[in-house]
């Protein structure tokens, strides 16, 4: 095909193509909708609630606590009820013994009301000092009257509880009680002393008398405990050489 027949055609396709290029597009409805999201602001994130495990975790802690704190409660009122029932058993020995020594009276003639030997006993703890009650009670000790003189060192117990001879007359009735093989009530004794004076001047003896309690009961194991705190506690005192022995043996 020649030259001039091919103009005419390649004319028309040209403007065939401009007026496609020209034409305007359509444009859709999605195409031109905007997401809404995109405009809104994000939205500051919800604080995430306690975990579980954490909660769980702090509820043990408080059961925990509260469990300790009743364990306590029950072992004092343990301590108290041995003591009750170790003084309830010491009065009604000497009723006993009071009864078996009173002679009876001869037919005929009146009794005889004897002189009293040596100092006038206490008898009214409302008006006795601590010092009297102790010096009292050491004077039966030293004269081997121990169950009057046990009576007498609980009245310097319940009337002056915290003055310092409380300490020593609690010891020596916790003392005589070991010494009479009651061991039970030499434990409930030296127990309850360590919780009315956690840090007395005879703390360490205390523990140390506690320990040979504890053997004697049959529970050695705790008895190495109390030496070793002694030990750990009252690492110079005699109580500790004491304890370090026993834990050797």
């Known amino acids: 095909m020649t030259l001039p027949r091919l103009a005419p055609l390649l004319v028309g396709l040209l403007l065939a193509g401009c007026a496609d290029a020209m034409r305007p597009r359509e444009v859709t409805v999605e195409q031109s909708r905007v997401p809404a999201d995109s405009e809104r602001p994000a939205a500051p994130a919800a604080p995430e609630p306690p975990r579980l495990g954490e909660q769980l975790t702090r509820i043990a802690g408080e059961l925990g606590e509260l469990q300790n704190a009743v364990a306590k409660l029950m072992v004092s009122a343990r301590q108290h009820d041995d003591q009750l029932a170790n003084l309830q058993r010491r ?40 010092e009297d009650l102790y010096r009292s009670g050491v004077e039966k000790f030293r004269a081997k009257e121990l169950d009057g003189a046990v009576l007498i060192f609980y009245d310097l117990i319940v009337t002056h509880p915290d003055h310092p001879l409380r300490e020593r007359g609690q010891f020596l009735v916790a003392d005589i009680f070991y010494a009479q093989k009651d061991y039970r009530g030499a434990l409930a004794e030296f ?35 109390t030496w070793e705190r002694v030990v750990r506690e009252f690492p110079d005192s005699v109580a500790a050489r004491q304890a370090r022995v026993l834990l050797r043996s």
């Open 191 to 225: 127990e309850a002393l360590l919780t009315a004076v956690p840090r007395g001047t005879q703390t360490s003896e205390t523990l140390l008398k506690v320990g040979l309690c504890q053997r004697a009961l049959g529970d050695p194991a705790r008895a190495r405990r």
């Open 91 to 130: 009065l009604s020995e000497l009723e006993a013994q009071s009864r078996g020594r009173t002679p009876a009276a001869p037919e005929g003639f009146a009794p005889q009301s004897a002189a009293p030997l040596g100092p006038a006993p206490i008898t009214s703890a409302t008006t006795a000092t601590a």
